[in-house]
């Protein structure tokens, strides 16, 4: 008799699109029977700044370490937080007020990691995933300077 | 030697391009191709102290080492999410 080889999907995904974020679509990604809990963090682009109205958000992306970093970060996902598949998601280029920038979605057999987990990964991609955010005001545009 | 340099973001923006190359003492660390880079581009100079620096795509500190051909990202602090 020979084992069929368990057909499983990979337990984690990572991407930088310039297409909008289909967050129904990462939730039956990382939906899995194992896990109790599925999370999702989203970041979304605010409409002001310090009282100025924000027109759009450009997103520029170093993509080849970006998708190293988020492979890291996804890594510690499943490694360290028991996560069973995680899915990270990062837009590039051009996002308008309101769309979503990021998400982050995991499914954990309990939701006390997976709550940790979802804080872990966008506090690390904030600090080191070498995205830039330039936003675009009525009467300028200027690089975001700050973690915000 | 020759290495490969990119910049980023605000970074890219005041040396007005994506990519150079520029040539560096054989051995010479990060720090030395930076200053190379300033003399050549002045305006990368208030920047400098925010800077990090990638060489292939990995986290370095300003003192590591370079050799022939090497990618070192100038990347100013990051603002994704």
Known sequence: VIAMPE?????LRVAIQPDRIDLEALV???TDPAAGAVLTFVGTVRDHKNGRRVLRIEYEV????ALQELRRIGAELVGRFGARRAV???????VDPGESSVAIVLST?????GFAALRFAIETLKKDVPIWKKENFEDGEVWVQEGS | MQIEVLFFGPARDAVGTARTL???????AVNRAVELLLV????????????????????VEAGAP???GDRLALLPPVSGG
């Open chain 1, 109 to 113: 057999p309990h939701r006390a990691e």
């Open chain 2, 22 to 28: 520029l040539e560096v003492p054989d051995g010479a």
């Open chain 1, 62 to 65: 170093y993509e080849a370490m």
């Open chain 1, 28 to 30: 039956r990604e990382v």
């Open chain 1, 7 to 11: 057909l499983r999907a990979e337990p």
């Open chain 2, 66 to 68: 370079l050799r022939a």
């Open chain 1, 88 to 94: 990270i998601v990062h837009r590039v280029g051009r």
């Open chain 2, 40 to 59: 050549r581009h002045p305006a990368l100079a208030p920047a400098r102290s925010s800077l990090r620096y990638a060489v292939n795509e990995d986290f």
